[in-house]
């Protein structure tokens, strides 16, 4: 008997042409000796990495491996539904610190045109 490839696949994380050569990629298979194998690999420019999902079929073990996805998948989706959030946060605190930043400097303006007339005068 042979082992059989139940689903597998793979997404480039950017677009065509781009320097970057991010991809998932996934596969699940049925095995001949009893255990269900599955992976899935993330890669981003020079980093990777690997998860090995793999149970024996009828064991305990297949909840823990989709309590572990489960909770990859929470992770990705707040991740994902903060950054709208985060971004619009930076850019207040972005400005906050310009104004500032510029405050400042028409405080230095002020005070070295001060001294500069009175040394003048």
Known sequence: MTDK??????????PPRHRDT??????????SYGDVESYITIRDCS????LDYCFEAGSKSKQQRLKKLN???????AIRDS???????????????????DEKS?????SVG???RSLVL
């Open 83 to 101: 950054l709208d959030e985060a971004e619009a946060v930076t850019k207040e605190l972005l400005d906050a610190y310009n104004k500032k930043k």
């Open 106 to 110: 028409g405080e230095i303006k002020n």
């Open 47 to 50: 980093r990777q990495i690997e």
């Open 5 to 14: 490839i139940i689903a597998s696949g793979r997404r480039w994380l950017n």
């Open 22 to 31: 991010g991809a998932i990629s996934w596969a699940v298979m049925a095995t």
């Open 71 to 77: 909770y990859m998948i929470e992770a990705f989706t």
């Open 114 to 116: 001060h001294s500069l």
